[in-house]
């Protein structure tokens, strides 16, 4: 069984930065795709950024310029590095690891864009 655990979220001024982590534990295959989704009160959950186990990256245009995700093959960890945030950029954000047509996801960190 698969468990990822998210960390790194918080309360963060407009223009500010933070920095997620997502650390996969348990049976893992070698090629996967991680990623970051989000979900604001209201809509439906969407794609910020995904990263395949090669490290090609996929980002949604309104991240692109801003967000950075990157990941440790290593620790099986994936970072999303998150710059000039704005207040729409407010929501839960969810970890995901694809692989074999298999997912898992985690359980979510609450980032809070606000002056």
């Known amino acids: 069984q698969v468990q990822l655990m998210e960390s790194g979220g918080g309360l963060v001024q407009p223009g500010g930065s933070l920095r997620l982590s997502c650390a996969a534990s348990g049976r893992i295959f070698r090629f996967n795709i991680m990623g970051w989704y989000r979900q604001a009160p209201g809509k439906q959950r969407e794609l910020v950024a995904t990263i395949t186990s090669g490290g090609s990256t996929n980002y949604a245009d309104s991240v692109k310029g801003r967000f950075t995700i990157s990941r440790d093959n290593a620790k099986t960890t994936v970072y999303l590095q998150m710059n000039s945030l704005k207040p729409e950029d407010t929501a839960v954000y969810y970890c995901?690891?694809?692989?074999?047509?298999?997912?898992?996801w985690g359980q979510g960190t609450q980032v809070i864009v606000s002056s």
């Open positions: 995901k690891l694809e692989w074999g047509g298999f997912a898992s």
